[in-house]
């Protein structure tokens, strides 16, 4: 037992000093407050579509960053669904720890980094419902076993085992075997409202570029640059 501890132990040594050794010079394209696009939201769809045709992986991944009443912080990864003007939205069951923790305290921020393009845009905003009828549409898209598992899963409940899951899964598929799978009352969609963005990109010498847009009383948006 000793001798296992003992190995277990170099291992993470050599991990970590893996990890201290790890080290990459960052050498994309310069952005400038000067030259960057006066609306976030456009230059969001610029950053996007770069990333879509770059073909990185999972370009429409985000962390969406929630805090309880007393401050505590939880991250986790969502996928962006739909974007325009009015903000960024994205699904889940409104009972999970994201959805309790937006209904107390509906402030909240979203990350979504291009590993492959050294970039990363960061946003603050307020969260809020999508109406009824925008999450029946999009939940009639998802595929029929996805759907099902939105009735099965409490999602963030403590379960016994994983045979608990698919045993409600089953139940679920049994009930609505032949006919629509109908949205649950507590799934549906949550849009963040930005109130402040920030477009990163690497740079060389970790000389990143920072442009940041804060949202302004009169609805304009005031940019800025931040040093790395």
């Known amino acids: ?31 400038d407050e000067t ?10 769809v610029k950053w996007l579509e770069y990333a879509v045709k770059a073909e990185v992986r ?40 994201k959805g309790l923790e937006l209904s107390r305290n509906p402030k909240a921020s979203a990350v979504l980094f291009w590993r492959e393009l050294d970039r990363q845009i960061r946003i ?12 029946d549409r999009y939940f009639e898209t998802r595929p029929r076993e996805s759907q099902i598992a939105a009735w099965a ?29 109908p949205r649950p009352e507590n799934w549906g969609g949550l849009r963040l409202k930005p109130e402040w963005f920030e477009f990163w ?3 060389p010498g970790r000389l990143h570029d920072r442009i940041v847009f804060g949202l302004k009383k009169d609805g304009s948006w005031r940019i800025s640059r931040l040093a790395p």
């Open 58 to 97: 999972d370009p429409h991944a985000m962390v969406i960053a929630t805090a309880s009443e007393d401050g505590a912080p939880s991250a986790r990864v969502v996928l962006l669904r739909e974007f325009d003007k009015n903000g960024f939205v994205f699904y889940t069951n409104y009972g999970s720890r």
């Open 153 to 181: 899963s409490k999602q963030s409940e403590s379960i016994r085992n994983r045979e608990e899951l698919e045993k409600r899964f089953d139940e679920y598929e049994n009930r609505f075997l032949n006919v629509p799978v």
């Open 201 to 203: 990109q690497g740079r």
């Open 1 to 31: 037992m000793q001798k296992t501890d003992e190995k277990v132990t170099d291992d993470r040594s050599l991990l970590e000093e893996y990890i201290r050794q790890l080290r990459k010079e960052y050498t994309g394209e310069t952005i």
């Open 124 to 135: 603050e905003g307020t969260v809020e419902k999508i109406d009824d009828e925008a999450s």
């Open 35 to 44: 030259t960057v696009d006066k609306d976030p939201f456009q230059q969001f």
